[in-house]
């Protein structure tokens, strides 16, 4: 039998989000089996950025015992009930992608079935009408139900999320060395050795988690994995971000605003706002986006605008012989849907669970990156359907985007739900039929026909289905708290 020591010393090179939610889990989950270091460089600093989330982090959380109230006070967290898309299909126009369930799936069909012969039979309440957290969220009401009755995450200060984990790991017993990395030593087979720091530490280990972010300088300076460019159906380039004070409640949710070359972001926390522009450089030069942003942003400002660049992509390795990219280093894909930090967290929890026994085995690393590349892949499908989508041809940038090839699992996507209002879900895809049906009927996508289970109904099975749904829907907003008011209790409470 082989040994089953694990890989003993893990270095985790990085400290952004990336490296510390890393460390935390695994010192939480290996404690001493492992000896853990991190390195991070005060001087050369994070991305900065980074506050709207998907529910599976509440997940996340909850396995490595954080309690949820010490959390969301730390971080300044508020609840996130979805994201709010104006201007995407036309300017003008708004539409919501929940994290909840709309209405009643049957298991042979989703609840838009029912919705659309509905339509067709007097009940002419538009689809948002069904969906709880979407209420909740207008209403800027929430509170946790019992079994998952509210879908939510959070939307967090970064930088104070990192701290916190990082004071959690610290407490597990992992190792923080500050410095710059200025090598990354390779031995005689390829494998990374060493990082070589520019004060004269070297840092061995069996294991290095690359958390370096754009740098990516582990997975790509040492290792040259390779980038796949995905900025032909991705075409957003460049961003620039800044914190401004609250001006009103914190909503519970995020809105995501189109404009002609882009789109902007408000993130509300308790303590401010979050807000940031997102364009394409190629139609939009940095000097406008700075004045639209400035111009737009509600409240006083808080911070220096940070400039940021980006190419969407992926690393075509995830992990390669002993590096495991974690993070932006590991590829980005647009902040829109809120992502990245789920591919942290779905990164982590498989590092934990294919943690070497002994010696690094290459099925290991090919399963890892499988995993991996395929959720990369079903998102980027996600996020490119937003672009595909749109009857805006009032901008170069929507003309591109409108006229765009899009991957073929995409196209078959949009041509299934157009043609039968039929989603699929596949491999334990993020994104749910709900997520889907919300976005390409919110982008303009009819589907032509409905599925027949909806149309056994009888008018009076139907108008009891789709009444009683609503009235549910509207009694619960009725009787959930103010979102403001909930959270400073929640976190309030010691
Ligand atoms: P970074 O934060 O860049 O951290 C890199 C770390 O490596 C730092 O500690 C740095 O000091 C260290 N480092 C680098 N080089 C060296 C060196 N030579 N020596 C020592 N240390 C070094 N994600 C979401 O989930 N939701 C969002 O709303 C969201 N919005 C975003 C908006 C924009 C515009 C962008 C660009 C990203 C957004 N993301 C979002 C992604 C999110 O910000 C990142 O996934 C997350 O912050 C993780 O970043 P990171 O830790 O990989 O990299």
């Known amino acids: 039998m082989k040994s089953t020591n694990p890989q003993r010393r893990v270095v985790v090179a990085g400290g952004g989000t990336a490296g510390w939610m890393t460390a935390a889990a695994l010192a939480r989950t290996f404690g001493e089996v492992i000896d853990l270091t991190l390195v991070e460089s005060d001087a050369i600093g994070t991305v900065g950025v980074g506050e709207s989330t998907i529910p599976p982090l509440v997940l996340y959380n909850r396995l490595i015992g954080i309690n949820e109230a010490d959390f969301m006070r730390a971080t300044q967290a508020t609840f996130k009930l979805g994201i709010e898309f104006q201007n995407w299909k036309v300017e003008g126009e708004k539409y919501f992608h929940s994290f909840g369930s709309t209405g009643k799936d049957h298991w042979s069909a989703g609840f838009q079935h029912f919705w659309m012969h509905g339509l067709e039979n007097g009940h002419d309440a538009n689809y948002d009408e069904y969906c709880l957290e979407l209420k909740a969220a207008y209403a800027q009401k929430f509170s946790h139900l019992p079994d998952n009755g509210l879908n939510y995450a959070y939307q967090l200060d970064s930088s104070l999320y990192a701290a916190f984990l990082r004071k959690m790991a610290e407490g597990d017993g992992a190792k923080r060395v500050e410095g710059r990395i200025a090598e990354v030593e390779l031995d005689e087979v390829g494998n990374i050795a060493a990082l070589q720091l520019d004060n ?57 605003i189109a404009h002609d070359s882009g789109w902007q972001w408000r993130i509300p926390l308790q303590h401010r706002q979050g807000n940031g522009i997102v364009y394409c450089s190629r139609y939009l030069d940095r000097d406008t986006a700075l004045d639209r942003l400035l111009t737009t942003v509600e409240g006083e400002r ?16 995830q992990w390669h012989r002993n590096c495991v990219a974690v993070g932006l280093s590991g590829g980005f894909m647009e902040p829109l849907e809120s992502t990245s930090i789920h591919l942290i967290q779905r990164a982590v929890l498989r590092i934990i669970r294919m943690l070497p026994a002994g010696e690094v085995s290459q099925r290991d690393i090919d399963e ?127």
């Open 368 to 494: 890892f990156n499988d995993q991996q590349m395929t959720d990369m892949l079903q998102i980027r499908d996600f996020l490119i359907l937003h672009y595909k989508a749109t009857e805006r041809r009032d901008s170069a940038f929507w003309r591109q985007c409108a006229t765009m090839e899009v991957p073929d699992s995409l196209q078959h996507k949009i041509e299934l739900f157009r043609e039968t209002g039929r989603v699929f879900r596949k491999n334990e895809e993020l994104f749910v039929e709900n997520s889907w049906v919300q976005v390409m009927m919110g982008q303009g996508i009819m589907p032509r026909s409905y599925h027949p289970i909806a149309a056994k109904l009888t008018q009076a099975e139907l108008d009891h289905l789709l009444n009683s749904i609503r009235e549910s829907v509207e009694k619960t907003v009725a009787g959930l708290p103010d979102h403001q008011a909930y959270v400073a209790r929640y976190c309030g409470a010691q």
């Open 302 to 317: 808080l911070t220096e605008p940070n400039f940021i660049c980006f190419q969407t992509g992926a690393r075509r390795k």
């Open 200 to 256: 004269g530490k070297r840092i061995e280990g069996d294991l290095f988690i690359d958390c370096t972010g754009f740098r990516a300088l582990l997975i790509e300076g040492a290792m040259h994995v390779g980038y796949d460019d995905w900025t032909h159906w991705l075409p957003c380039d460049s961003a620039i971000a800044v914190q401004t004070a609250s001006v009103r409640p914190p909503l519970p949710y995020t809105r995501a």
